[in-house]
């Protein structure tokens, strides 16, 4: 059994990690924790997610120093962006596995957080070594990591739909991809403000041209994208639009049979034959669903996760699964 | 054209003040105002509430004194009951004819505010000539009234239903009338706070047993109720579903004749010969909207309303209509 | 391993059913049956309910003839009540245990179906032997039954919630309780329909004095009760809020002792020491979650639960738990 | 005062629609009906949308023959367009200006009918009269025409957006436009049907590359677009992101002074200087609001409007209001 530390188990992608490990045979919760200074210090994560009550009704514990919780196997930091690059080091110090679902460490290159995050990274060798947890895709570097940078919510379904069509070569790239995304609220983070408030929600776009996930998608891609962001009138899940100009010549049959060789033994993509996924289809559930239509030289390719879970918890469970050398849906399905 | 001024704009209730102001034949916008200490000071109305972009685009100026605006005719106070009941003296002062849609003077008894909104009442002389704005009933005192206590959202479709029913001593009172409200989010208020964040918001009992609408509905029917109001997962709209039971012997017909009697001629209560109201009846209307049922010595009442409107602008408008001498419904429908 | 046939998997009720059962280590899914004058025959489960998709993609069989289903050990009938009350003789006299989630064996009084239901019962005889699986309080029965009645979803929380309170004798019932619930638009069955369309639905009480889930729980409970469903604006969850007038001097402590009592080795029902429940509380989960505050010789409770889950699926997999010697949370939780 | 006949009153388009002409102080209702073999014939207006209880409550007339409502001045055809197509040039014959709503005279080829709405035209004549009633850019034809084909929802928004573009030749057309569009439920009409019920609505592309809206916009823009829609989970309301290559040099600044050119004195088109649209900013109003940013030669425009009212019933009733020289906002604002 791996000792497990969730750090800002206070949050809603925390919850969903506190719901895995709780169910995985081969973790147990060491501890929830929140930051000190926070006003949910002391209550049960059953108080803040009544979701999880009778199931897992531990407190959250303010942590202002990790050498309380050095001792376990296993860390997911759930938590700010600052914070993950604060205590990532401390833990990795201490010889734990850190499964970091912030973005302090998803890009190799320290002037990205200075433009895009607002602080000056202080561990730049942290980020040679830290592996990006698209588990589709880097499965090998995975199982050797110490650090793993679980990618951002948008990125997973963006990098899922595109890496296939590149990497194949399938696409005319002089004609920027152009993903259109509708994400639920809760991708907001659980905290008050008024742009989050019952009234204020309505579909509409934001970030535009500057949402920092543009960056992380480009980079990973190595190619140039139009990423455009919007707030949808849900509490969760992400459905990505994305239209690409394809090579001339390539087919509809092509494109399945690429996207059959990425994927068809991946347990937690689901691909398409025929249509496209709705959102409801995801909402819940661990996986990013994904289905296309070709026309004219162009293709739109749909995908569709729950932010929470492939996009954050899930698949945060899925690289320690493959880490650890589990099933890689152990609790997850 | 009275010069009118709407303090506390910014606020869901002040927005729709603004929209029904902006566009009656005999009021004029003279300002909008929100506290000094506002982050919304200086900003358009229509930036907070876009839908008013190209028809009202003022200012929301800074109100730490009402010198600068003493010389309107029409005062309506969209604030706090802290901040209504120190207003309200200096605009009457004036010589202002001042709406409240707050709590600060709707019942006649200064206790009530240290019991139920947690201050002592400096004004008490003025809870004595303040006329509660339940236009249907107190349509002769509002014509003479300098100061209008416009009543809370709850208790207008509460009063609006019983009222008629034991004014005909229809019900018998040894069982408590059970009111069930449900009512829209912006019934909060417009703030940021997790309770009214979007991922939180479902439908759900608050305030059990210890709401302040509930003496101020029973102190104004002069019975005993049982008041349970419930957040609802929408907006807008308050749906009461209210239980009594009836004195021996009385029927349908009767129950019908007595709210035909009230409501015949009332231009903002829509009465059902058949079925009751849902919510979407009257979202976006100035109406309450009554329908209900009986057997076996019981009745079940349904009243529906928009909280923002019959619930609190469109019944501050009314009352300044009766007022002044108006159409009842001008600008309204 | 129980072979296990779900009749009308094509519903909401019916799709939870597959995913119980297909995740129960001591049960296997032999056939999805729908009606043979269905369009959805020879679809795919997973088709209909994409949430399945690569989880069970078992195809819908058409069912005219129960011969070449009546090997199997376990039957779900998910319904319409008239084809439960045809289907479930045959599969009892074939020696399957039949766990029925329609209303057509759930009261022992052959008047009852006509007048509630619309249809003379030409069954008695099962009356008398079905067992009213209302799990928590019926554990022994269901032991050894062959046939179930999976109790109705809003006759399911109001019982859960008043039951003890009348065994106790806490109640004074001269005033009869009032059960004012809501309901999610699943609740209406997966059909078309004006009133379940996007556009139609809002809260609004349907069925008033006329719902036949009123004498469901008041047969059941044995004392009278006006019961006031709604339509919510929401897809899944049933919260009810329960008003009832107490014996003298009944105190909060003792009805907490009461229900803590009744179930507090009750793995399926969440007591709250203080607060009553919210509707998300429990969506997608197994629980009935029931609170309550007592003032002025009045007690409300307040009771929630998934009304697919706790209301319908979920208990029927307890009772087969129960029936089967499993435990009884077995693949619920 | 224009005598004023509403085919298709029961649908929601049409009950605005009746809301507007009843307010109208040049239009009155002479009447309102619906097809012979509708269910709703005999029922009220208000029976069928509550929300005009009070205000209309005429009768929907079962209307076979146009010989009893020929006298009328103004017809506004809010039916399906097969009907459309027949009736429009009996009202013609007899006299009448005919506000068409759907989609039969909108493109002058009558192959277009084949294609995209399976029917062969059958009054090609008509589609050389008929004016497209995109009011902002065809003001002056509307002045004189007899029959009017009001745009599509969608395509008014689109249109809206992209023709000042492509008039200044702003853009680089050999990158197709993407236009990703988000339209509520309402959008699919009055009518049961599976897909747009409550529990199966959630956000999802449809039509993808085969929508007819998609020659719509092509045709009146005369350049090739790539068109996505997508259902929301919002009873109404369209937001259009909509994603170009720009010629090269062309800055935001020049981009501002061209929609300020086209719309700086249309009072239904409100202009952003920063930021886009939410869709709360336009539901129950009659404008379209637009926004847009420009980056690395690319623009993004942001496009939002209520689809039942600038996308159908208030743009009617504006090419009304043009075509008889009345105040082009007359009722709507």
Redesign the interface.
């Known amino acids: 059994m791996l000792k497990t530390l969730i750090v800002g188990a206070s949050g ?1 992608a925390g919850a969903e990690l506190v719901a895995y490990v709780n169910r995985h045979p081969h973790m147990t919760i060491t501890a929830l924790t929140v930051s000190a200074q926070s006003n949910d210090a002391g209550k049960l994560i059953s108080d803040l997610h ?2 999880l ?3 897992v009704d531990l407190p959250l514990q303010p942590m202002s120093d990790i050498s309380e919780f050095s001792q376990v196997d296993v860390v997911f930091l759930a938590t700010a962006h600052e914070v993950s690059h604060d205590l990532a080091p401390q833990f990795l110090a201490a010889g734990c596995v850190v499964f970091d679902l912030s973005g302090a460490f998803r890009v190799n290159d320290p002037a990205f957080y200075d433009t895009f995050y607002g602080f000056t990274h202080q561990h730049p060798e942290l980020l040679t070594k830290a592996v990006y947890g698209l588990a589709e895709w880097n499965h090998e570097q995975i199982k050797d990591a110490q650090l793993i940078a679980v990618p951002g919510c948008y990125p997973t379904a963006a990098q899922l739909a595109l890496k296939p069509l590149i990497a194949a070569d399938l696409l005319d790239l002089n ?2 991809p ?1 993903i ?1 995304a ?1 994400s ?3 991708g907001a983070g ?5 742009a ?10 934001y970030g ?2 500057h949402h920092r996930h543009q960056p992380e998608i480009a980079v990973h891609l190595d190619a140039p994208v ?1 990423f ?1 962001p ?1 707030l ?6 992400i ?1 990505e ?1 994305i ?1 690409c ?1 394809l090579q001339p010549g390539v087919t509809a049959q092509r494109v399945a049979a690429v996207f059959q060789d990425a994927y068809g033994n991946k ?1 937690l993509v ?1 691909l398409y034959d025929k249509g ?10 661990p ?1 990013c ?1 994904i289905g296309f ?1 070709v ?2 030289q ?1 293709i ?1 390719v ?1 995908a569709a996760e729950d932010n929470l879970l492939k996009g954050a918890a899930a698949q945060a469970v899925q690289c320690a699964n493959i880490r650890f050398g589990f099933a890689e849906t152990q609790s997850l ?1």
């Open positions: 809603y009544p979701q009550k009778g199931i004609q920027w152009v259109n509708t639920g609220v809760s659980r905290k008050a403000a008024i989050n408030s019952f009234c204020e929600v309505s579909l509409q776009p535009v041209f139009i455009t919007h949808g009138n849900f509490p969760r899940g459905l639009t239209t100009r347990p689901r496209v996924p709705a959102l409801k289809n995801v909402v819940g559930l996986f669903d239509a026309q004219d162009h739109i749909v399905i």
